[in-house]
């Protein structure tokens, strides 16, 4: 069974921070760019963060750029969203997706219209 396993969420008072991983299962990451995305209540999903295959290209929202670092470790096919300097407004269940793209792309894309496959979700709730 295919599957995309989001962990690492959780309460984290404003200024702290929280490491994110998403886990794949039943195929290797290897082949696809991966996406980081988030919805809070009431809102639409929104892109957070993608890295590309090879993991050279990244991108971030402009909300998080500075305070987010996406990674990957083909090795153990799992990416990871590191967030420092968390702020009220990080609050949102986070997903990650997945969409295969040609060996050496450096596409690194931040809608949710490019993406196949998605995960579950893992809830941030940032609070004092």
Known sequence: QLQLVE???GLVQPGGSLR???AASGFTLDY???GWFRQAPGKERE???CISRT???TNYADSVKGRFTISRDNARNTVYLQMN???PEDTAVYYCATVPVPPASSWCPMMTTDFASWGQGTQVTVSS
């Open 7 to 9: 962990s690492g969420g």
């Open 20 to 22: 994110l991983s998403c």
């Open 32 to 34: 696809y760019a991966i």
């Open 47 to 49: 892109g957070v963060s």
């Open 55 to 57: 993991g050279r290209r």
């Open 85 to 87: 300097s968390l702020k």
